[in-house]
């Protein structure tokens, strides 16, 4: 069986860039201006309306009585979104039955990545060796459920892809190498927890070495090609469409669901006056902008009648 | 164009249409209106001299051909600059972070198009909501990002900027009624409704192109006059004295209509429209605020007698001029609320979408729905009822931007299962609704034979669910009745009636919420809702 390691500075190089770069993207996306109101019913919050996607808009004189929201109502429907994939169900089965196994797939193995984390500190600081208990082993099957869901909803998906004209409509060269990457993370990964005895302490002392920048142990070389595959994954996700899982946060939370009313000298109308005060350059003729006027100037200008 | 069509397409052999409408491979709607399944006339031989017409063998919005290649270039040139500037802050901080997130997210999963009335009653290619938004997706990433032409192999941006793209985009951006009942699906939460909007956005404040309904017929009319309609202070007082008369004589009622009273409680802002073409619907408004003892008025100042704000549609600056001059006036008359008649885009407009523009004393003046208000006077006990004299079918239409975007869905069906004893809803309602395919400003626009394609094509799942509501009962001998609580709703439900002889094949008619409850007045003594096409 062929053997490698792989350079310390090339895995801290590969996790540094997907920290940096995740960390920017999502404040990116945070930051963007605050923007008008555009919620979509249903919002789950509205306490006793969610479900059939009512609004405190209901109510006459609604700003009279205080809203009531429930946050229990919004975390339901935000676990059955996340842990069931509810809108896809619901709206687009036949894509489920390979997108379903590829992201719970992906669950598993970011607890199992978590699991290998925890195992890496614990031995890095002496508490236990690299055997621990039964982590490695409950790592282990975990990892290995999530290669296989994983590939076998990537070579789904990725067959939708190729097959379905409606699909192949809008795929672009970018979406099938995202697929084919996850792809071949999850089958390098399935095949060293299957082929490569003791993957799971290696996959371990290889976290050990990570943490503590000590010597990287000499691994199985299919192990050696899915780190670096895992690791180079990371390192890309940022960059990628993948990162949606983010951005769903953004269009449910921040668009979707974002149903606050203005108030008179609270914060958010701080910052609505600010940016008001932004030049405007369209350059339409009844825009009347000259780079100076702002957005109160133009939106306020008389028209003669 | 023959053929499966690609995304790239769209820039292609602009002398030739991208797709063409048949109107037997529509999705089929039941007899008597299964043969033929609908007309759209064909375009005058000469239209292809006059204007552009090659997206899908209709046009909207005659848009003239460059007069030179010069010309050409710089209408190209300028929408690439309109590109870059929907992603400025200073520029389009108004839908910044939801553009954003609809540019760079879609991860292509199609879940959209069945949620799209436009796709399901044609499955056309071109009206995935998907096709218009990758389109526009590609043009982005080629040239309004950095190194966008070299990395276009990789990114697939294989779609041209030239006149054949943006003339098709424009023509394009307008087969869509912005209900984002396909964002309502999307895993991700993106918008495609939203995406169509930008683009209408950017041919507007950038290069000036806006269909001449919305734009010099519609918002610049009504920042002028002070309505879209064209009336102005006198002729609105002068109509609505008239309403008073008639629906005086009607009900043995005696109408009026208070005019500019300061202080009131209540601002009642119509839609225009509703003034000059469902004149009933003002008038019975009025006989139910003043039996339930509201103190109300509405307003002569500025464009206050218009409710109708199209800069929704189609440009932020005009949206925000008309909303400013609403809630400006209604702050000078000192009034406390404004209520929205039945017009679902100025419930939007004033509601929501406007809501974060209107700072400082603006906020003095609170914006509610009609319906909550109708719902608190008719079971309040102060107008006494017979439900029986609403004992026909009735349906309820759920207007997109009232239910879909304001959630609000349960105070109208209260008053409509209290007052009409055979209701009955549509499948699928409330916030699933279909939207009746006059969204967006297409109830208003007419030219060419842009008629027959919202009636035919876009107006399509709506009639289906029209006539499916009333399966059980089909013949024109039993009346009934689709209750629409919005004014451009009923513009496209009364042409989409008449298109079809509904009337007279299936005995259906439309109208308003308010025509259904005055006609449940027990002190109306003859029947308030007339039979007819109106």
């Not at chain 1, 899982?245 to 958010?268: C, I, N, S």
């Not at chain 2, 307003?299 to 929704?312: K, P, Q, R, W």
Request: glycine share 8%; proline share 5%; aromatic share 10%.
């Amino acid at each position: 069986m062929m053997s490698g390691s792989i350079p310390l500075a090339v895995c801290y190089g590969l996790l540094a860039i997907f920290v940096v770069a995740f960390l920017i993207r999502s404040l990116k996306i945070a930051r963007l201006p605050l923007h008008l109101r555009w919620e979509l019913a249903p919002v789950p919050k509205e306490k006793g309306r969610g479900r059939y996607g009512g609004s405190y808009l209901e109510e006459f004189e609604w700003w009279k009585k205080p809203r009531e929201e429930s946050l229990v109502a919004e975390v339901a429907y935000m676990l059955e979104e996340i842990v069931f994939l509810k809108a896809l169900w619901a709206h687009n089965r036949r894509l489920w039955w390979f997108s379903y196994p590829f992201h719970i797939g992906l669950y598993l193995l970011v607890l199992a990545a978590f699991g290998g984390v925890l195992a890496s500190g614990m031995a890095a600081v002496g508490v236990a060796g690299l055997g621990w208990g039964i982590l490695p082993k409950w790592i282990v099957w975990v990892a290995g459920v999530g290669y296989v869901l994983t590939a076998l909803g990537a070579l789904g998906l990725l067959a939708s892809r190729l097959a379905d004209p409606k699909l192949r409509l809008i795929t672009t060269p970018v979406a099938l190498f995202n697929l084919v990457l996850v792809l071949a993370v999850a089958v390098t990964g399935a095949l060293a927890v299957t082929t490569v005895p003791g993957s799971a302490v290696d996959a371990v002392a290889f976290g050990r070495a990570l943490l503590t920048a000590g010597p990287v142990p000499h691994m199985a070389g299919v192990l050696t090609a899915h780190l670096i595959l895992a690791m180079a994954f990371l390192a890309y996700l940022p960059f990628s469409q993948m990162m949606h899982f983010v951005a769903k946060y953004f269009t449910y939370h921040q668009v979707r669901w974002d149903d606050r009313p203005l108030e008179r000298g609270g914060a958010m109308e701080r910052e609505m006056q600010k940016l008001l005060q932004q030049p405007v350059t369209w350059a339409a003729e009844h825009v009347h902008a000259d780079g100076r006027k702002n957005w109160v100037d133009i939106a306020t200008e008389e028209v003669p009648r | 164009m023959s053929g499966r069509v690609r995304i790239k397409d769209i820039g292609l052999r602009g002398d030739q249409p991208l797709a063409e409408i048949d109107t037997d491979e529509l999705i089929p709607l039941p007899p008597p209106y299964d043969n033929p399944g609908g007309t759209i006339q064909e375009l005058k031989p000469d239209a292809a001299e006059r204007m552009v017409c090659n997206l899908d063998g209709v046009v909207a919005l005659s848009l003239p051909h460059p007069e030179s290649p010069e010309e050409e270039r710089a209408l190209v040139d300028h929408f690439a600059e309109g590109l870059k500037k929907l992603f400025t802050r200073e520029n389009n901080w108004s839908f910044l972070q939801p553009l954003t997130l609809a540019m760079e997210y879609c991860v292509g999963c199609q879940t959209c198009s069945d949620a799209c009335h436009v796709f399901k009653a044609s499955g056309q290619e071109i009206y995935r909501p998907t096709y218009r938004s990758e389109v526009w997706r590609r043009l982005v990433k080629k040239y309004a990002k950095p190194n966008g032409k070299l990395m276009a192999p990789l990114t697939g941006a294989d779609v041209d900027l030239n006149w054949t793209t943006i003339s098709r985009l424009y023509e394009l951006a307008y087969r869509c009624n912005l209900c984002r009942r396909c964002a309502q699906v999307c895993p991700i939460g993106v918008d495609n409704g939203l995406i169509a909007h930008e683009l209408r956005k950017l041919f507007s404040q950038e290069l000036g192109w806006a269909p001449r309904e919305l734009h010099e017929q519609g918002t610049v009319l009504q920042l002028q006059v002070g309505s879209s309609t064209g009336m102005n202070q006198v002729l609105v007082k002068d109509n609505v004295e008239f309403i008073d008369e008639d629906m005086t004589d009607e009900t043995g009622i005696e109408v009026t209509t208070p005019w500019d009273k300061e202080g009131a409680d209540v601002l009642l802002i119509h839609n225009a429209g509703e003034i000059m073409s469902w004149p009933e619907n003002p008038g019975a408004f009025a006989i139910i605020l003043n039996a339930a003892g509201i103190d109300w008025t509405l307003a002569s100042e500025g464009i206050e007698y218009d409710g109708v704000n199209y800069g929704l549609f189609y440009d932020d600056v005009q949206l925000a001029r008309i909303a400013l001059k609403h809630v400006s006036a209604a702050k000078k008359l000192g009034v406390k609320k404004i209520v929205m008649g039945e017009c679902g885009h100025q419930h939007k407009a004033i509601m929501t979408v406007a809501d974060r523009i209107l700072t400082g004393e603006l906020r003095d003046v609170k914006r509610v729905s009609c319906l909550p208000l109708l719902e608190e006077i008719v079971f309040s006990g102060k107008i006494e009822f017979d439900p029986s004299k609403n004992d026909f079918p009735v349906t309820l239409h759920d207007p997109c931007n009232i239910v879909r975007n304001l959630g609000i869905v349960e105070p109208q069906r209260r008053i409509l299962r209290y007052l009409c004893p055979q209701f009955r809803e549509m499948t699928p309602h409330g916030v699933d609704n279909y939207c009746c395919g006059g969204g967006s400003g297409f109830a208003v626009m007419s030219g060419n034979n842009f008629t027959d394609w919202r009636v035919a094509v876009a107006g399509r799942m709506k009639f289906k669910q029209i006539l499916d509501a009333f399966a059980d009962q089909p013949g024109p001998e039993v009346k009934k009745y689709v209750c629409a609580p919005c004014s451009n709703c009923k513009g496209q439900i009364r042409d989409m009636l008449q298109y079809w002889g509904a009337l007279e094949k299936s005995g259906i008619t439309y109208g308003g919420l308010v025509e259904l409850i005055v006609n449940a007045m027990v002190d109306v003594k003859e029947p308030f809702i007339k039979w007819e096409m109106h």
